[in-house]
C-alpha cells in the first residue's frame, strides 16, 4: 500500500509564461488551456512567480502599471514537490489561499502542476473501495489477521474502526495505515486491546508515538 503523492496526481507537461509575456499573451494562455494561474518561470524553467485570472482582473479594474507577467505576478512562487503526499499539498494550497500548485524537481524546475481538481479525485473514491483496501492490506496483509477479525465501517470517506487487537501498541499503527489509504477523510478509532504493552521496553518501537487519535479502549476482564 503506497500514499498517492503529488508526482502521481499532477499534470506533467506544465504550461508556463516568460517574465516579458504581455497582458494579452497570458490572458490567451488561460483562456486556451481552461486554467485560472500559469507559471511563471525564468530562463532555466525554475518558477519565480503565478500570474492568476485575479491578477489580471486586479489590473485591468485597478488601471495599474505594467502590462507584463514579471510586472502582474505573484511571487515568490509557492511550490510543490512529486515526493509530497497529496494532503501535504491541499493544506499549503488552503494556507496560501491558491488553486493550484507548480510542482518542481530537485533542482527547482518545473515539472508540473498540481491542481485542487486533482486533489478532489482522491476523495471521490467509493466507500466500499476504501473498506476492501483496509480489509485486505491493512488488516490482512499488514496485521496477518483474518478480514473478521476488525469492524471496519466506511460512510463518505469516514472510517470507523472498532474491534480488539492483542496488543496496545498495535492501535497507533493500525490507525495511521487506515489513515493513508486514498479517500480516507477521517478515521475514528474504537479499537480495543488485551495486554497494554505500553510500559514494556519493546513498546512503541513498532510505529509513531504522540497520535492524537482517541485513546483505545481496554477489553473489560471477564
Given amino acids: 500500500m503506497r500514499q498517492r503523492s503529488v508526482g502521481d496526481l499532477m499534470t506533467p507537461t506544465a504550461v508556463s509564461v516568460r517574465p ?22 525564468d530562463d532555466e524553467d525554475r518558477p519565480i512567480g503565478v500570474v492568476s485570472e485575479a491578477d489580471l482582473l486586479r489590473k485591468q479594474t485597478s488601471g495599474g502599471v505594467g502590462n507584463s507577467a514579471r510586472e502582474l505576478m505573484t511571487s515568490p512562487a509557492v511550490v510543490a514537490e ?12 488552503e494556507e496560501h489561499k491558491v488553486k493550484r500548485l507548480p510542482v518542481v524537481d530537485g533542482d527547482g524546475r518545473l515539472i508540473g502542476v498540481i491542481s485542487r481538481s486533482d486533489l478532489v479525485q482522491l476523495f471521490l473514491r467509493r466507500d466500499r473501495a476504501i473498506q476492501e483496501e483496509i480489509l485486505e492490506d491493512v488488516v490482512v496483509r499488514s496485521l496477518g489477521l483474518p478480514p473478521s477479525a476488525l469492524t471496519v465501517e466506511v460512510a463518505e470517506g469516514r472510517v470507523m474502526l472498532s474491534g480488539t487487537v ?18 480516507v477523510v477521517e478515521v475514528v478509532n474504537r479499537l480495543g486491546f488485551d ?10 518501537h513498532g510505529g509513531p508515538s504522540g497520535t492524537a487519535e482517541p485513546p483505545p479502549v481496554r477489553r473489560a476482564e471477564g
Fill in 82 to 93: 512529486p515526493g509530497w503526499h497529496a494532503v501535504r499539498a491541499a493544506r499549503t494550497m
Fill in 166 to 183: 492483542d496488543r496496545r501498541s498495535l492501535v497507533p499503527i493500525i490507525v495511521r495505515l487506515c489513515e493513508n489509504v486514498d479517500g
Fill in 20 to 41: 516579458g509575456t504581455t497582458f494579452k499573451e497570458i490572458a490567451r494562455v488561460l483562456d486556451e488551456y481552461d486554467i485560472t494561474a500559469v507559471p511563471v518561470v
Fill in 195 to 204: 495486554r497494554d504493552d505500553a510500559s514494556d521496553d519493546t513498546a512503541g
